[in-house]
């Protein structure tokens, strides 16, 4: 839930400033390692808006799977979470190269009066 307000107070700040009547549409990134559940977020974004230059504006999710490379042999795979093994060599020495993203990636905004 405070996420979903302070995604919204960020939008909300950026539309005034913008000088906007409303926003019309929110395009997130969110990486599966951030720990953030996509349905959770769309269940409280109604509820965190209300009120706001947001209150109906539709919500866009990008989910990113997480992907790390090994910085021992470099295999690229699949991860779940931020330690990871590599599949190949066992080492430990991976880089997390996606999935770690949570981010505001556009705001669609309509004129005000
Ligand atoms: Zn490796």
Redesign the pocket.
């Known amino acids: 839930m405070s996420i979903a307000l302070s995604i919204v107070e960020a939008v909300d700040a950026k539309a005034r400033q913008e000088g906007a009547g409303a926003i019309s549409e929110i395009t997130l990134v969110v990486g599966r390692l951030v720990g953030i559940e996509p349905e959770a977020l769309r269940f409280c974004f109604p509820a965190a808006a209300k009120g706001s230059l947001a209150e109906d504006a539709s919500l866009v999710i990008d989910e990113r799977e997480g992907r790390g490379v090994?910085?021992?042999?470099?295999?690229g795979f699949p991860v779940l979470f931020y330690l990871a093994e590599?599949?190949?060599?066992?080492?430990l020495?991976?880089q997390v190269v996606s999935g770690n993203e949570f981010l505001i990636e556009s705001i669609t905004i309509e004129e005000g009066e």
């Open positions: 090994c910085s021992s042999c470099g295999a590599c599949p190949e060599c066992r080492s020495a991976v």
